[in-house]
């Protein structure tokens, strides 16, 4: 990513971190809606995964521009999901919800930099979970697969 693609991800974070709930709403409807087989991946209270979606997100992207401090919190986070149900062809559809709803909270503010900036940043962040779940998958004994 570059400078000023970080610059534009934390200045529109910094719109979106005063409507968490509007957010992670738009975020699970859409998720669900693309992809309905998901909910069942979700088995407490959505207003709760919501506060914690906005959660992550906030302690990522304070470190965006020095990733090496959370690598290691989000290979976990994609070895936790690996035991929820996850598989990688959920990140693209976890994407397409994320960035849609980021687009719809920000409404004017978004714009095709923004976009740009954020998938760049999803990538980077979807890349490292993978890496973890690889590691989960492939400390599974064979005869478990």
Do not use: C
């Not at 035991?83 to 095709?112: C, F, N």
Request: no cysteine.
């Amino acid at each position: 990513m570059t400078d000023l693609q970080l610059l534009e991800v934390k200045n529109s974070w910094s719109y979106l971190i005063f409507q968490p709930k509007e957010l992670s709403q738009l975020f699970y409807n859409k998720l669900f809606e693309l992809e309905p087989s998901l909910r069942i991946l979700f088995k407490g209270d959505i207003e709760e995964q919501g506060h914690k979606l906005i959660d992550i997100l906030t302690r990522i992207i304070a470190r965006l521009q020095k990733m090496e401090d959370v690598e290691e919190e989000l290979r976990a986070l994609g070895q936790r999901h690996v035991s929820y149900g996850t598989k990688p062809e959920h990140y693209k559809t976890v994407e397409q919800a994320l960035l849609w709803s980021i687009e719809h909270t920000l409404g004017s503010r978004w714009s095709e930099e923004t976009s740009q900036a954020w998938k760049d940043a999803y990538r980077i962040i979807a890349d490292i979970m993978m890496e973890g779940a690889k590691m989960s998958v492939s400390n599974i004994p064979e005869v478990a697969k």
